[in-house]
């Protein structure tokens, strides 16, 4: 092991410290089915302390300057990039991703800490011209106050910071409802944040039963904004309960991408492109492309290529060398993905490659192609969030836009096409938050991320996920 995996507390009012009942509960090592670690957790005495810290701290932080907050931030970033190998260490540990991704992972949440820390001193208002001589139209953005964040164990540590680095950039004091599953990555960014500087109360980490956490927090009149990152279902659920208490939401859901490759695609920078994202984090991503559509002109060649191209995947222990793909993260996901095999057999779909569990230790499954996979088999409707790649033919553009809408989801979409007249129509066509022709770009700091459909609202990532946190204001006066 390179490291010990420590327990975690939670964080309340500026103090790491057992939940007020003593309850944990125990994290699990996904390579190796060991328990590994205690995790601290919440009931609503422990709630109530975060709820009074993070309203307090808003009083002082909402007014601390955009430029002071800034050198915060950044410090807060600089503190994560020197403890990149301990923190992906952890992340490997308690997640099962290859070493390289969470370390990829670690930078990544530093980056897009520095991108918030520049983009809140951009928070600009406007002045709006007057109908009347005299008076003077203001227009200004307040952070929007206490936030609760809810954020899964995939990307333990990216799914906290796109929302926080904004919260905190904006203004904002924030209550986060980490991942049970993997809570000690988290916990460094926390502390991160807390050495750089950050106010007393002003960032608070619980963990418990996320039905009862989210239920205490989102109706709490303290809290004025509810971020979710997760299934839809589970949104949709937090959505309503938002609704009834008028709370502003950003609900970051499921996805189910279309991968749509063309007659006139370069067959081979497609393969090499979707297969290394398919099996990133062992599929085990929102954007992940899911349905792929290949016109029936590059098919066999496709299908060949991306066999190849699991087949050479070593899949084991994250933290050992050579190691490209990870187990599942936890033992629900196993046997989620070994539910969804066998239903697509059973409606006719081959196995060319994969289709089973790895071993008998650890939630490893093999990376898996299947071909001839019919539309209403459940891979072909429902999130999968796993290492599966469902192969089927399309003969025009018409219908492989049908296909790609056909879904309630809408988060991601992938093409792959040299004529600039498909991408353009498949860019405007495909209903989805975001498409991606000839290249994986989705999901940089810089550039907004959000769904459309079931798939969600909001964005998180540039300056739109800087106004999720801040409310508009007009000031119209006269007598300067
Ligand atoms: P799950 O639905 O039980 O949990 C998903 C996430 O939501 C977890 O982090 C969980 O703690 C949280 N959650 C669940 N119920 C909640 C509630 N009532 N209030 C607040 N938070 C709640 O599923 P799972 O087995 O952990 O993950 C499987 C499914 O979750 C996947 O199929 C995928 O659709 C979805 N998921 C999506 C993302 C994403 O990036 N969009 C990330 C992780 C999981």
Known sequence: MLQEYPNTQLFLNGEWRDSLSKETLEIINPATEEIIGKLAHARKDDLDIALNAADT???DWKNVSAYDRSKILRKAAEIIRSRVGLIAGLMTLEQG???????????????????YAEEGRRAYGRIIPARA?????????????????????NFPLNQVVKKVAAAFAAGCTVIIKGPEETP??????????????????????????????????ISHPIVRKVTFTGSTAVGKQLASLAGTHMKRATMELGGHSPAIVCADADVNVAVKILSANKFRNAGQVCISPTRFLVHESVYDQFVEGFVKSAESLNVGNGLDEGINMGPLAHDRRLTAIEGFVADAVEKGAKILTGG???????????PTVMTDVSKDSRIMNEEPFGPLAPINSFSSIDEVVEEANR????????AYTNSAKTAQHLGAAIESGQVSINHHGLGLVDTPFGGVKDSGYGSEGGPEGL????TTKLVSQTGL
């Open 57 to 59: 701290a808003f009083k």
């Open 97 to 115: 991703k290859p070493l390289a991704e969470a370390k990829g992972e670690t930078l990544g949440a530093a980056d897009s800490i520095d991108w």
């Open 133 to 153: 001589q005299g008076v003077y139209q203001f227009v200004f953005k307040e952070p929007v106050g206490v936030v609760a964040a809810f954020t899964p164990w």
């Open 184 to 217: 000690a990555s988290v916990a460094e960014l926390i502390k991160a944040f807390n050495e750089a500087g950050m106010p007393k109360g002003s960032i608070n980490l619980v963990f418990g039963i996320p039905a009862e956490i989210s239920e205490y927090l």
């Open 356 to 366: 089973k569990r790895k071993g008998n230790k650890g939630y490893f499954f093999e």
């Open 407 to 414: 879904l309630n989801y809408g988060l991601a979409a992938y």
């Open 467 to 470: 106004d999720a946190y801040m």
